[in-house]
């Protein structure tokens, strides 16, 4: 599978029934485990359209069941703690330390970014360095701040070696974390900082063409959270006309924000 593969049983539902896909996407979850290493985490949930013939949605990457097994009593510690204990994948070997995130508890934006990279690794914080600053400058632009109504975090809670785009396997090992953080937090909107962040949440290959500009949708078990996209701050100063598009989606957001203030 590539980076930006979408998982393998999208596309693989159709003509047949709720019970079939759950079946097919259940082997197909084995099979791929048994390729790759074993077993790697909690079995994956899927809510597959009764009807034959439709497209279904993506499945939620084990959230649900993650969920379930904490009887509600989930928090910002207990994920913390399980991101530090984990050995899900081969990232817990190569890291200093894991970067589970930081920001408000009750936060308006969330904001994922790609994978800690050598600043995170040596603090344990996300958006860290130049990077971090870069951030916040975006961010105090349309009146939010990383501690004050923002919580920051990463698709990947563990730095991947050489710079690289974190795996697959990697982005899926990690997303019940993400997803237990996003229900924990509830925040008013995700906003998504980075190609990776946004094709791993997301689970789609779309380019950034294609998901700037626009509000969308994650459901993760029974909640729906709106999702927004732009560019990495990092981008905007590797390529400087990458500003104006990403100030372009800022004020898209802000203009969101005020209009739902009272939700």
Same mark, same amino acid.
């Given at each position: 599978?590539?980076? %930006?593969? #979408?998982?393998?049983?999208?596309?693989?539902?159709?003509? &047949?029934?709720?019970?079939?896909k759950s079946t097919l996407a259940s082997f *197909?979850?084995? @099979?791929?485990?048994?390729?790759?290493?074993?077993?790697?985490?909690?079995?994956?949930?899927?809510?597959?359209?009764?009807?034959?013939?439709?497209? @279904?949605?993506?499945?939620?990457?084990?959230?649900? +069941?993650?969920?379930?097994?904490?009887?509600?009593?989930?928090?910002? $510690?207990?994920?913390?703690?399980?991101?530090?204990?984990?050995?899900?994948?081969? *990232?817990?070997?190569?890291?200093?330390?894991?970067?589970?995130?930081?920001?408000?508890?009750?936060?308006l934006v969330m904001v994922i970014g790609n994978?800690? =990279?050598?600043? $995170?690794?040596?603090?344990? *914080?996300?958006?860290? =360095? %130049?990077?971090? $600053?870069?951030?916040?400058?975006?961010?105090?632009?349309?009146? !939010?701040?990383?501690?004050?109504?923002?919580?920051?975090?990463?698709?990947?809670?563990?730095?991947? #070696?050489?710079?690289?785009?974190?795996?697959?396997?990697?982005?899926?090992?990690?997303?019940?974390?993400?997803?237990?953080?996003?229900?924990? %937090?509830? #925040?008013?909107?995700?906003?998504?900082?980075?190609?990776?962040?946004?094709?791993?949440? !997301?689970?789609?290959?779309?380019? &950034?063409?294609? %998901?700037?500009?626009?509000? &969308?949708?994650?459901?993760?078990?029974?909640?729906?959270?709106?999702?927004?996209?732009?560019?990495?701050?990092?981008?905007?100063?590797?390529?400087?006309?990458?500003?104006?598009? +990403?100030?372009?989606?800022?004020?898209? !957001?802000k203009i969101w924000l005020d209009a739902n203030?009272? $939700?």
């Amino acid at each position: 599978m590539s980076p %930006l593969a #979408p998982h393998p049983v999208i596309g693989l539902n159709k003509g &047949m029934n709720a019970d079939e896909k759950s079946t097919l996407a259940s082997f *197909l979850d084995l @099979s791929y485990d048994a390729l790759h290493g074993g077993y790697r985490g909690a079995k994956r949930e899927y809510n597959f359209d009764e009807s034959p013939g439709q497209d @279904s949605p993506a499945p939620d990457s084990g959230a649900a +069941a993650t969920l379930a097994a904490d009887n509600g009593n989930d928090s910002l $510690e207990s994920i913390a703690t399980d991101i530090n204990n984990c050995t899900a994948c081969g *990232l817990c070997h190569t890291r200093a330390r894991a970067v589970p995130g930081e920001g408000a508890k009750n936060p308006l934006v969330m904001v994922i970014g790609n994978s800690p =990279g050598i600043e $995170e690794d040596a603090c344990g *914080l996300p958006f860290a =360095g %130049l990077s971090g $600053e870069r951030l916040e400058k975006m961010l105090m632009a349309i009146g !939010l701040s990383r501690n004050g109504n923002c919580f920051l975090t990463g698709v990947v809670k563990c730095k991947a #070696p050489d710079k690289r785009v974190p795996l697959p396997e990697e982005t899926t090992s990690c997303a019940a974390f993400l997803h237990r953080q996003i229900l924990l %937090l509830s #925040p008013r909107i995700v906003l998504c900082a980075g190609l990776t962040a946004a094709q791993s949440l !997301l689970r789609t290959a779309d380019d &950034m063409n294609v %998901l700037r500009g626009k509000i &969308m949708k994650l459901r993760i078990a029974n909640s729906v959270f709106p999702v927004a996209v732009t560019y990495h701050p990092n981008d905007l100063w590797e390529n400087e006309e990458l500003k104006r598009p +990403a100030w372009e989606d800022l004020k898209k !957001l802000k203009i969101w924000l005020d209009a739902n203030a009272n $939700e």
